[in-house]
């Protein structure tokens, strides 16, 4: 797990440049007026098209603390042009403003030119030394370098600050994923959501990457429980139901893990699941034998009145990843049509098809199919060349 973790954005933008000769001429009558606590407010709000729609049309009666918040407004608009050349303006507006040089940091890293970024955040920190965002942002600047210890060592001293930084909490967390530290990287993360405010996008970004880490490491209690706080916070994430579902057989606790498919199988039949990646079928599994493992998918279609493949277990080797060869658990309606029908077990193996003399009710527990696919792998269930 790398950088696609890193879900906070960053916009490129272009360099702009502005000379004093701007505010030549400016008549006594403009004087600069000092709205900082309203556009302040606005930017905490998100009001971010309502700033450049109020003030953007008059940056000569704008301070530079002001500028920078037109600046930032447009940068999160995704508005290169105009978010450079605010941050200019409010740089040379006032050399003393710390803000100006923190907007004009991050514009340019977003802009990849991480050498005028650093240099305008290390300003920043020169006159304002604690604030703790000015210590986060220079850390994203060497982060994005991969700079991992003076990345580091800047999110520390954000923590630090009276005013701490959510951000840098969540971002110590990912530089140790990115050095697969995984341990110290749960211990961040779960740090980090005792930190942040819990209505934020910050706080699901957090759960997201404890519950995958967690996951990834065989803890699935743990991995459920962070998957289910992010079901609360968002009833149509599908693909955390499907991995509720996979954590709950692995756990063997299927009646939990079926309560949670039958989340699946209703956003199914309503369409929901459509633009989706799992709108035909869904991991539900995941499990060892020997040096094997075994991946599990069921379909959504149910049987009806002609054969269906309706689970799909793939043998991979354990070591490399490559798959051996393919299990179809392949259900046959009953002859009257008044049955339960069944199920058989076909394997393909390469080029070649086996079958077994095994026959399973058609209202057999997914447990039962577990521990027979464990009885193919393994040979104590004898293979038999598939006959047409």
């Not at 954005?9 to 606590?37: C, H, N, R, W, Y």
């Not at 600047?141 to 951000?167: C, H, L, T, W």
């Amino acid at each position: 797990m790398k950088k696609n973790l890193f879900l906070l954005t960053l916009i490129s933008l272009l360099s702009f440049s502005i000379s004093t000769s701007v505010f030549a001429g400016i008549v006594s009558s403009m004087q600069v007026v000092k709205p900082e606590d309203e556009i302040k407010t606005m930017f905490d709000n998100e009001l971010y098209q309502e700033i450049v729609d109020k003030y953007a049309t008059t940056p000569r009666t704008l301070s530079a603390e002001d500028l920078s918040y037109v600046s930032q407004a447009y940068l999160l608009l995704g508005d290169t042009d105009n978010a450079s050349k605010y941050a200019a303006l409010a740089v040379q507006k006032d050399a003393g403003c710390s803000r100006a040089f923190y907007v004009k940091g991050i514009v340019d890293n977003a802009k990849g030119e991480t050498k005028p970024a650093e240099e305008a955040l290390k300003k920043a920190i020169t006159l304002s030394p604690n604030k703790a965002e000015y210590y986060t942002a220079l850390g994203d600047v060497y982060f994005s370098q991969d700079i991992y210890q003076s990345a580091m060592d800047n999110y520390r001293k954000a923590i630090s600050k009276k005013d701490f930084s959510e951000n840098a909490y969540y971002m110590i967390g990912l530089i140790y994923a990115n050095e697969d530290d995984t341990v110290n990287a749960l211990d961040a993360f779960y740090t980090a959501k005792n930190k942040v405010v819990k209505n934020k996008e910050l706080y699901t970004t957090i759960l997201y990457n404890i519950a995958k880490l967690e996951f990834d490491n065989n803890n699935y209690q743990k991995a459920a429980e962070s998957y289910q706080e992010l079901t609360e916070y968002f009833p149509d994430d599908f693909y955390s139901y499907e991995k509720l579902v996979e954590c709950f057989n692995a756990l063997e606790n299927y009646s939990k893990a079926d309560k949670y498919k039958e989340i699946l199988y209703d956003a199914y039949a309503k369409g929901l699941l459509q633009p989706t990646s799992i709108f035909d079928m869904f991991c539900i599994d995941h499990f060892s034998v020997v040096d094997k493992s075994i991946t599990v998918y069921e379909r959504f279609e149910e049987p009806t009145c002609r054969p269906l493949i309706k689970n799909i277990f793939y043998v991979a080797d354990k070591e490399n990843g490559n798959i051996l060869s393919t299990i179809y658990m392949e259900f046959t309606p009953s002859a009257d049509g008044g049955g339960a029908g069944s199920y058989s077990f076909i394997e393909l193996r390469k080029d070649n098809r086996y079958t077994f003399n095994v026959i399973y009710d058609g209202n057999v527990t997914y447990s039962t199919l577990k521990n027979g696919v464990k009885d193919i792998v393994t040979g104590k269930t004898e293979a038999v060349p598939y006959k047409e």
